[in-house]
């Protein structure tokens, strides 16, 4: 059925390289858009995310960077998902990142090169996106044309949805690595590839993912032999679950239990993740709108521009292996459109895949147009317009994309760059081992402990308006990772113990001053360090140009405060 089984006549396999539709051989392919010019394209964009993407999550902070950073320092700041109690979050995730992030922190230590250990991880991150993205470029140049290859890297590259996704420290982006690569397997004709893919991103990454991969599997019983294919499962099931067990033991002190937890409270039903935001059932449409812009609702039309290139007979429009790999989208986009709690990250493994289906659409375009218009226009005109409607759509879709990855840097981005204004060189401390920098409101911003330039700086949170349950840190002395702290619920029910007892403890303070509100802190005892601008999304009145920066006009409208750093006499 995929052209697997049958490889003796090659012209009989589906989606083989042929002459029609202006195809011509997998080598002439390869010539016009080069594996190098593929990198080169894809390494500058993602590289630029490592070191200017912000972090739009709280839980990237508190349930990966944090926790990586005791194991690299040995002290964090700590969830209750990482509680031996609960024990929802393997460290075996952890470990595969501190293999890069470990020797650079032994290097650089513990000091103000905790930032460097903390973007060159990113880095790497980044470049793991770059793999994942050229394999699923390189398999549509040779299965669909170079033309839709080049339309696919276009999107890819300048997409602020792949910008942001592509260097984030969290499951959702780890998977989204996998599903592109087992979606370029699936194109190149590759299942046992595909199991792999589909194994490790589930079982090391997200195990809710499984979803994600469910028309991969399909195909995959199409495409290869059972027994080969189950053989691949299990061997790779095997290396993956064997190491995540061990892991438990060591960190927890369970044995396998990090898996079964985190399905029993996301899946099975025992637990209640409602409590952390519910959104309403278009959260993701209008998300992925501001995140992709008209790749979107190109992306969406794939179906329908198939369906009009086969009416018109314009050759092999639509091919059996490329519209498997972009299923996900739609089984990945509806399963996670029905859970209350809705998040940005969960949609991050289908990225790549919507960019494919717009690439799909937007290589269809020419041809939809000239149907629609051949009848109405002189030849000429209708071969012009064909090609002004793609080139117009690729114009607006770079200068949306660059509007948005530009507001979300100008924008929100103070909390990256506050940090680096703490003293390097630590005062002399009065009374404390530790110099705490405190926060309020503000804590879910905090960008991570890598950003306190040096051990004995600490994180600690005073009382505010929220009242939910907060982080605290790692404890050695109760155990550390195999420690069950009573302060930490899996209700989201506030903990006072997690809070620092008042402000006048902390040497340094960090917030958001408003210029019609009162001083966060007593000027007569605090001085200013630092103050940034940061657009406070309440009190903007216009939500389309602080989605999106616009010269002049966003300034103008949207409604900035002060994100600052306080440091008491």
Request: with cysteine; net charge positive.
């Amino acid at each position: 059925m995929f052209g697997l089984r049958k490889r003796r006549n090659r012209s009989s396999n589906i989606g083989a390289p042929v002459s029609t539709d202006g195809f011509k051989s997998k080598s002439l392919e390869s010539r016009k858009l080069s594996t190098r010019s593929i990198l080169l394209c894809l390494v500058v964009p993602r590289l630029l995310s490592s070191l200017y993407n912000i972090i739009h999550d709280c839980d990237e902070v508190y349930n990966y960077w944090e926790p990586l950073h005791f194991l690299l320092y040995g002290y964090g700041m700590q969830t209750w998902e990482y509680s031996a109690q609960y024990a929802l979050r393997s460290h075996l995730y952890l470990l595969l990142h501190a293999l890069v992030a470990g020797p650079a922190a032994l290097w650089l230590g513990a000091g103000p090169g905790k930032a460097v250990v903390f973007y060159l991880m990113r880095a790497v991150l980044a470049l793991m996106s770059v793999d994942s993205e050229t394999a699923l470029v390189r398999a549509t140049r040779d299965y669909a044309g170079v033309r839709t290859a080049r339309l696919l890297l276009l999107l890819l590259t300048c997409s602020a949805g792949m910008f942001s996704a592509s260097s984030a420290l969290l499951p959702s982006s780890f998977v989204m690595y996998f599903v592109t690569l087992a979606s370029a397997a699936v194109i190149d004709n590759k299942p046992l590839l595909v199991v792999v893919y589909a194994v490790v991103g589930v079982i090391l990454g997200w195990v809710v993912a499984g979803v994600a991969f469910l028309p991969f599997a399909f195909y995959v019983l199409f495409a290869a032999p059972f027994s080969r294919a189950l053989g691949t499962a299990i061997a790779a099931l095997l290396l993956t679950a064997v190491p995540l067990a061990v892991t438990d033991r060591l960190f927890y002190g369970k044995w396998a239990v990090t898996l079964w937890n985190f399905v029993r409270y996301n899946v099975v039903g025992g637990g209640d993740s409602s409590l952390y935001g519910v959104e309403s059932s278009t959260y993701y449409f209008r998300n992925a709108f501001t995140n992709l812009n008209l790749v979107l609702p190109l992306a969406l039309l794939a179906p329908l521009s198939a369906l009009v290139l086969m009416l018109q007979r314009r050759g092999t429009g639509v091919r059996m292996r490329l519209a498997v790999a972009v299923t996900p989208v739609w089984v990945w986009g509806l399963a996670i459109s029905f859970l209350p709690h809705k998040e940005e990250r969960f949609l991050y493994p289908v990225y790549p895949l919507i960019c494919l289906s717009a690439a799909l659409t937007l290589g269809a375009l020419p041809a939809m147009v000239r149907g629609c218009l051949s009848w109405l226009l002189p030849r000429p005109a209708v071969h012009f317009m064909a090609r002004a409607a793609t080139g117009a759509a690729c114009a607006a879709i770079i200068v949306l994309s660059l509007s948005r990855s530009m507001a979300l840097r100008l924008n929100y981005g103070a909390p990256m760059l506050l940090y680096s204004h703490l003293p390097k060189e630590l005062p002399e401390l009065r009374g404390s081992n530790y110099t705490y920098v405190c926060m309020g409101n503000e804590w879910h911003r905090f960008p991570s402990s890598f950003f306190l330039p040096g051990p004995r700086y600490r994180l600690a949170f005073v009382k505010s308006d929220f009242h939910g349950l907060l982080p605290r840190p790692f404890d050695l002395d109760q155990g550390g990772t195999a420690a069950a702290p009573p302060q930490l619920n899996s209700g989201n029910r506030e903990e006072p113990d997690n809070y620092w007892p008042d402000a006048s403890l902390c040497r340094y303070f960090v917030g958001l001053q408003y210029p019609d509100a009162p001083p966060l802190q007593d000027p007569q005892k605090w001085d200013t360090l630092a103050s940034l601008p940061f657009v406070d999304a309440t009190r903007s009145t216009s939500s389309l140009l602080r989605a999106f920066y616009v010269p002049n006009l966003s300034d103008k409208k949207n409604f900035f405060a002060s994100y600052v750093l306080l440091r008491q006499r």
